[in-house]
């Protein structure tokens, strides 16, 4: 038969280059690393040499069972020398497909067009949140020009991520049909390439952040006041004008904060895993950290879509203070008198 002739002619083989590696030089390093790759090519031939027995006197119900260990991710014996390369199929990789695409895939789309389709209907109904006593005209500073480049470069990095994202995950579904193989193999590979170099950006603007405004994220008593009554936000029924207290931080951004700390944290760990290839790591590791990357980012979408909804449209003179450092007096007031409170009592208010 012809596998006999070959496993004849590797043993041949075998038995041929080993005493040709003794012979050079039995103690030096390049002998011991060929009888080291003799011994491991002999137990792969060994290896083969079961399985072909086994598959003879038993053809039928050794392939079940062999291929019954393959599917169910059993270690064989591999020449290769990288990690989980003894597994011909990797069942943590199958099922972590499965999940990516019955769960994360809808949860992203139900992020982006649910969470924004749910604001957008909520603004129709509601209205923005109008100031009580208009613009009074006097800006109270209430950044400093350092936060406010630290803030956009943050915030530019973040959305650069979650759209080259979202296109690596949901693009081919909604992009790829519509467009020519061209512009879409385009489209797919700079996603990825931007999606890769963007990310210490984020990186780096994202840790001076949170270490920067911690302390002024912590959560108080009177933040539960805040959720009560929706931040001020309802222009009807019985919350209608009610506005309740708050620090620097209302409770909702403080929400926001901790969001983005902790997923942040996690999506940072989780895509430097899979960014940094010569950690060589283990299948069941690497899609971990995907689903983990994929769950992070899912979640933090749909906080990012409430932030930019709560801080622009939803409340009148809400963006300026990000844009120029100075908020409207009467703003400040009504969405963070404690705050004010404190600056005026202190002497500490700044005026543009």
Excluded at 138 to 162: N, P
Excluded at 241 to 269: I, R, Y
């Amino acid at each position: 038969m012809l596998i006999q002739q070959i496993r004849h002619l590797l043993a041949l083989l075998l038995l041929v280059t080993v005493p040709m590696a003794y012979a050079a030089d039995p103690s030096s390093e390049q002998a011991q690393q060929e009888m080291a790759l003799m011994a491991q090519q002999q137990q792969v031939l060994a290896a083969q040499q079961q399985a072909i027995q086994t598959l003879q006197q038993h053809p039928q119900l050794a392939e079940v069972e062999l291929w019954s260990a393959i599917k169910n991710g059993d270690q064989g014996v591999s020449a290769a020398q990288t990690t989980g390369a003894g597994k011909l199929i990797n069942v943590v990789g199958n099922e972590g497909k499965i999940v990516r695409s019955e769960y994360m895939m809808p949860a992203a789309a139900f992020a982006v067009v649910g969470v924004f389709g749910l604001f957008l209907l909520f603004f129709l109904v509601n209205g923005p949140a109008k100031l009580a006593h208009g613009f009074s005209g006097k800006m109270v500073e209430r950044w400093s020009q350092a936060d406010i480049w630290l803030h956009w470069f943050m915030a530019i990095s973040c959305l650069t991520l979650m759209f080259t994202g979202l296109n690596i995950l949901l693009g081919r579904f909604v992009l790829q049909p519509i467009l020519p193989a061209s512009v879409w193999a385009a489209l797919i590979y700079g996603s990825k390439t931007i999606h890769d170099w963007i990310s210490p950006v984020f990186i780096v603007s994202w840790v001076i952040c949170i270490l920067k405004w911690m302390p002024l994220q912590l959560f108080k008593m009177y933040d539960l006041k805040w959720f009560v009554s929706v931040g001020g936000y309802i222009n009807f029924g019985p919350f209608k004008g009610k506005h309740p207290d708050s620090g620097f931080a209302n409770a909702g951004e403080k929400m926001w904060f901790w969001t983005l700390a902790l997923f942040g944290l996690v999506v940072v760990v989780s895509g430097l895993l899979l960014l940094l290839p010569r950690l060589d790591l283990p299948r069941d590791v690497s899609v971990f950290a995907l689903l983990a990357h994929d769950a992070a980012a899912v979640i933090l979408i749909a906080f990012t879509i409430v932030h930019v909804w709560m801080a622009t449209v939803l409340s009148e003179g809400g963006l300026e203070s990000m844009v120029t450092g100075y908020c409207d007096e009467n703003w400040a007031i009504q969405h963070h008198n404690l705050w004010y409170d404190e600056l005026k009592s202190d002497g500490r208010i700044k005026y543009k």
